[in-house]
């Protein structure tokens, strides 16, 4: 808006100025070059001022989007080591708390990221991890009230499900890498050897 003003207020002096000079009688051809040449300068103004908006509107989505795909690794790296704890410990699948496997990061981001990441196959796999995640999740605390039977296919049917989230949970992450390729700190942790032991 501001600059949509500047630009009115500059061609009202332009307008100004263009009468001034065609109102001198010297030279009128001096005063159209006069003119022509402050026109296009204003022109020229104008184009970089929208130009520099522009590409300061761009780097700030871009930092945005880093810093929503950042948040969704780290989720997806905590989500990573449960699933793991899962398949070495299958009784842990029906035992832990409720909402271990998390998706609150995705849920917030979710429709900013539909809108920032215009690689539509990299936004639907992320939203396909994160609906296997949920429908895991809900699974997994279906009535925990239920006899042993009933809880040990639980954890059969999950841990039949957790190669495939995994390799989702790989695609996920590959994506992020390609916008934040420094994106997690897991693997800085692991490399210096300070990953925790679950148990």
């Known amino acids: 808006m501001a600059g949509s003003a500047r630009i009115l207020e500059m061609g009202d002096w332009l307008s100004d100025v263009a009468e001034w000079l065609s109102s001198a009688p010297e030279n009128p051809v001096v005063g159209t070059i006069v003119v022509g040449t402050i026109l296009s300068l204003v022109v020229l103004g104008a184009v970089i ?68 990441l215009k690689n539509r196959k990299q936004f639907d796999d992320i939203a396909r991890y994160y609906g296997t995640i949920q429908a895991v999740e809900g699974y997994r605390l279906l009535d925990t009230s239920a006899v042993a039977s009933d809880e040990e296919h639980r954890q059969q049917r999950v841990k039949q499900q957790l190669r495939l989230m995994l390799e989702l949970s790989d695609a996920a992450k590959g994506h992020i890498r390609k916008h934040v390729p420094d994106a997690s700190i897991e693997t800085s942790l692991e490399s210096r050897g300070e990953r925790r032991d679950p148990t």
């Open 49 to 116: 001022v929208y130009l520099l908006g522009e590409w300061g509107d761009r780097r700030q989505r871009k930092r945005e989007l880093k810093g929503l795909l950042q948040i969704l690794d780290i989720e997806i790296a905590a989500n990573e080591r449960l699933i793991r704890i899962f398949d070495a410990r299958p009784a842990w699948i029906t035992r832990a708390p409720d909402h271990s496997l998390q998706s609150r990061a995705w849920e917030d981001a979710r429709v900013r990221l539909a809108h920032l």
